[in-house]
């Protein structure tokens, strides 16, 4: 079934630790998002990719880092996780942006303690 | 740049009543404007979108949004709510050669049998 993958779904880290969310869709779509959903503030964009080899800072980008090798996989990398990186995480991709539909992982609940 | 308003963090209404969800939104040029869908423990799904042309819009469900560009305003309704309705509905806006998607903060709907 074609869609976005989101690995692990859930995880307990360890502050300090270095941790990658890992995102792969097979619908070859152009653009790419990372977003993180904290209660009562919705989605916030923390990076985004417009096509392979770009990518772009979003609304909340500190402490996270991202990469676009190719067009399938935009991987989410938090360099020392730290407890308000607490949240749960969705991958999503579209095939231009703009007035495309965005089509969203299942999510990865990650918690820091 | 743009950002999205949505008014009321969670919305009771009996099976059988009307919805109404509202969204403001603001943006520097005409926007793209998107009603998402979120069922528990899942990734989020395209309601209905606006891009140009009719300013009322149909979408899945019996759901139903119209652009109404003097009050900058994008408000979802459903005549009649079913139980199957209950969820956290998202408003968002984007704009033209923008890949940027902005998230209101959600409004949880409460169906009451």
């Known amino acids: 079934i074609a869609g976005i993958t989101q690995a692990p779904t859930s995880q307990i880290l360890a502050a300090g630790r270095r941790m990658t969310l890992r995102c792969t869709q097979d619908?070859?779509?152009?653009?790419m998002y990372w977003y993180r959903q904290d209660l009562g503030l919705g989605l916030r964009l923390i990076h985004y990719?417009?096509?392979?080899?770009?990518?772009g800072k979003g609304e909340v980008p500190d402490g996270y880092s991202v990469s676009r090798a190719n067009t399938d996989d935009f991987p989410l990398t938090l360099a020392s996780a730290v407890p308000s990186q607490t949240s749960v995480y969705f991958c999503?991709?579209?095939?231009?942006?703009?007035?495309?539909?965005?089509?969203f992982g299942q999510g990865t609940r990650l918690t820091v303690v | 740049a743009q950002s999205v308003t949505q008014l009321g963090s969670h919305v009771s209404v009996s099976e059988g009543a009307l919805v109404l969800l509202r969204c403001n939104y603001s943006?520097?040029?005409?926007?793209?404007l998107f009603w998402y869908v979120q069922y528990p423990n899942q990734g989020l799904q395209l309601l209905l979108k606006?891009?140009?042309?009719?300013?009322l819009v149909k979408g899945i469900n019996g759901f139903e949004a119209e652009f109404k560009k003097s009050e900058t305003s994008f408000h979802l309704t459903k005549p009649s709510a079913h139980m199957s309705d209950a969820a956290e509905y998202f408003c968002?806006?984007?704009?033209?050669?923008?890949?940027?998607?902005?998230f209101g903060a959600g409004t949880t709907v409460t169906v009451r049998a």
């Open positions: 968002a806006v984007s704009e033209f050669n923008d890949y940027k998607l902005s």
């Open positions: 999503a991709s579209s095939p231009e942006g703009g007035n495309t539909e965005a089509f």
């Open positions: 943006s520097s040029v005409p926007p793209y």
């Open positions: 619908m070859r779509h152009n653009a």
């Open positions: 990719s417009n096509t392979a080899g770009t990518t």
């Open positions: 606006y891009t140009t042309g009719a300013t």
